[in-house]
């Protein structure tokens, strides 16, 4: 299977403060990159999509200004969780796109905010 | 919009039995996927399903696709413990081959007992 993967894979800050998720792509040169977040006990929910070298675009009731990505390059996708708060708490996960067929998803980051 | 059902949400089930995890889409998709989630874990990809009538086996699992009643179920033969896991169905959004935005169902957590 593809080769993604995250960094860090856990972190707990402080309520206010910046989190910086990456995601690699090493074996595929993703034009997309799919980023979702999975509350405890619940189901995955795609939350924005990153296209390199273009604006992302979010889904509904995510805010565009607190979950700020950028995709630099066609192997890494960032996700930064701005003035983090104790409900951002949860595990992010992003899935490289492009590839047809079978998508991979990344280990994933969780996130604590205390 | 897209909805994506899974039933049953949990299941408990003894070694040896064999059961059948059902997952129901509200629109047209032109692919399905399986996987499977550990706890703390990210996502393992178990089967992608293309075209109605597509069944696919790997192990004690089989999955297959009605894409008329927009319903995909996965069977698990003879149980063992090693299956015990939260099993995820997802359906892509759009309707292009390329378009790899997932719909994930509920999810249902099985948990396999001696």
């Known amino acids: 299977g593809a080769v993604v993967s995250q960094h860090p894979s856990r972190v707990i800050c402080k309520s206010g403060t910046s989190v910086k998720i990456e995601c690699r792509s090493l074996?595929?040169?993703?034009?997309?990159m799919f980023w979702y977040r999975q509350f405890p006990k619940q189901s995955l929910m795609l939350m924005a999509t990153s296209n390199e070298g273009s604006k992302a675009t979010y889904e509904q009731g995510v805010e565009k200004d607190k979950f700020l990505i950028n995709h630099a390059s066609l192997t890494l996708s960032t996700l930064t969780v701005t003035s983090a708060h104790p409900e951002d708490s949860s595990f992010y996960i992003c899935?490289?796109?492009?590839?047809?067929?079978?998508?991979?998803f990344g280990p994933g980051t969780r996130l604590l905010v205390l | 919009e897209l909805k994506v059902e899974q039933n049953p949400l949990f299941l408990s089930m003894q070694e040896g039995k064999n059961y059948t995890i059902y997952c129901n889409y509200s629109?047209?998709?032109?692919?399905l996927y399986w996987y499977r989630q550990d706890p703390g874990k990210s996502l393992e990809s178990l089967f992608v399903l293309l075209s109605n009538g597509a069944v696919k086996q790997e192990g004690r699992l089989m999955a297959s696709l009605d894409t008329k009643a927009r319903l995909s179920t996965l069977h698990i033969t003879a149980a063992v413990h090693d299956l015990s896991a939260t099993y995820f169905c997802?359906?892509?959004?759009?309707?292009?081959?390329?378009?790899?935005?997932?719909?994930f169902g509920t999810g249902t957590r099985l948990q396999v007992f001696p």
């Open positions: 899935s490289p796109g492009g590839r047809g067929g079978t998508q991979y």
């Open positions: 997802a359906v892509n959004r759009g309707l292009h081959y390329n378009t790899d935005k997932l719909i």
């Open positions: 074996d595929f040169q993703a034009t997309t």
């Open positions: 629109t047209t998709s032109d692919r």
